[in-house]
């Protein structure tokens, strides 16, 4: 029987994702193209480490969806036979009219989760390396922790090439074509080859705007920085001593193994503030102020890491939306065309879960979440409304 060929754009945590729920549905004709090589240095999704957390405020949707996610993991780690997860527990540093962190308290309580609330003396006792002073509500959840990302990349890449799926590295793409519904998708690659497909799913992180630019997409790419801190003793800012951390803008790891290639056990922290604007194929160049400002404010956090030696800054890339939610969609005027964006934040460790949604969009078939809020046609209803706030106030002040 024939089966149609899909074709995944973009071999990050999202393409290799659905690339491996197209498999498992039992899709043959499966290709991924990755402008360079799975794993990358530039993509949002290299690195050592992400965050797994259950914290969402009153918003228990994305909750729910973290614990279908980590199921998923701990699939892959079972079939893939590698480690791709490691419990930490996360200490989130908050207060009370932050509208986040008593939220996040009573949400997960509710969905049965072990999150407990910690006094500052009993914060201080338990995890002495914070300064608390500043923060007067504070839980602790041992569920979260630390997915390698790296590790999970190459996990999934190794799955999808035993399942019979095809990864083409080196093979960007420069434009997609489909003005013909009776005719294939028409994939133009930067070589000059073609490659046709009857589906194609987009998922290509900070490069979004190259292939989709007509849609004039609510997707902003900022400059963000980890930090790595070396010279700190494991005895106290290891795993099981040290927990993940979430404190208004910042967060951060325990001490890890951090760096591909080197032998090396760092600290990892950074700042969730979005940075400046920047373009996905211009050389990074270091923001001075925006680095500063988070040191500044991660060694008031941590006061060791003022004697600590920083050991590497690494430059990734947001791509974000307005309200910070997912946009997961089809093309306007081409549902034969899938894609997925402003994924970076928070994104990673939903991968497997948004691989299954996206496969489920591609195949017809109903998906395990609701992907109704993450639909593009939220933000022409927003702009319609602020227009409609606009015209009404102004009306207001002429008739006043």
């Not at 999934?156 to 074509?177: D, F, H, N, P, Q």
Request: aromatic share 8%.
């Amino acid at each position: 029987m024939y089966q149609q060929r899909i074709v995944i754009v973009g071999a990050g945590i999202v393409g290799l994702s659905t690339a491996y729920a197209l498999l498992s549905q039992g899709m043959k004709r499966v290709t991924v193209l990755e402008q360079e090589t799975v794993d990358h240095r530039r993509a949002t999704s290299h690195g050592s480490s992400r965050l797994l957390r259950f914290e969402y405020g009153y918003d228990t949707f994305y909750s729910e969806m973290v614990m279908l996610s980590l199921s998923r993991w701990l699939h892959l780690e079972r079939i893939t036979k590698r480690t791709l997860y490691k419990r930490t527990g996360l200490l989130v540093l908050g207060e009370e009219e932050d509208g986040f962190t008593l939220p996040s308290y009573q949400a997960l309580r509710g969905l049965g989760l072990p999150v407990e609330r910690l006094t500052e003396q009993h914060c201080r006792e338990r995890f002495p390396q914070f300064a608390t002073q500043a923060f007067d509500r504070i839980t602790y959840n041992i569920e979260a922790g630390i997915l390698h990302a790296s590790a999970s990349l190459h996990a999934l890449k190794e799955v999808v090439l035993e399942m019979g799926g095809e990864i083409c590295e080196a093979s960007r793409v420069t434009a997609v074509i489909s003005d013909s519904q009776r005719q294939p998708v028409r994939l133009r690659l930067r070589n000059g080859d073609e490659v046709r497909a009857e589906r194609v799913v987009l998922a290509t992180g900070p490069w979004v705007h190259r292939l989709l630019a007509d849609l004039q997409l609510p997707v902003r790419l900022t400059r963000q920085y980890l930090f790595y801190f070396g010279g700190l003793p494991i005895g106290s800012f290891g795993v099981n001593r040290f927990p993940a951390f979430l404190a208004d803008e910042l967060y951060g790891f325990p001490i890890h193994s951090t760096y591909k290639g080197r032998e090396s056990l760092w600290l990892k922290a950074a700042s969730h503030i979005p940075g400046p604007l920047v373009d996905p194929d211009e050389d990074s160049v270091l923001n001075e102020h925006s680095v500063a400002r988070a040191l500044v404010e991660l060694e008031a956090l941590i006061p060791a890491l003022r004697h600590a030696v920083l050991a590497h800054i690494d430059p990734c890339i947001y791509d974000l939306t307005p309200d910070e939610n997912f946009i997961i969609d089809t093309l306007p005027h081409d549902t034969r065309v899938v894609f997925a964006t402003g994924l970076s934040g928070h994104g990673f460790k939903f991968g497997l879960l948004l691989g299954e949604l996206l496969s489920s969009m591609v195949c017809g078939t109903e998906p395990i979440v609701s992907t109704g809020r993450f639909r593009l046609a939220r933000f022409a209803s927003s702009q319609r409304r602020e227009e409609s706030q606009v015209t009404y106030a102004d009306n207001w002040r002429n008739t006043a």
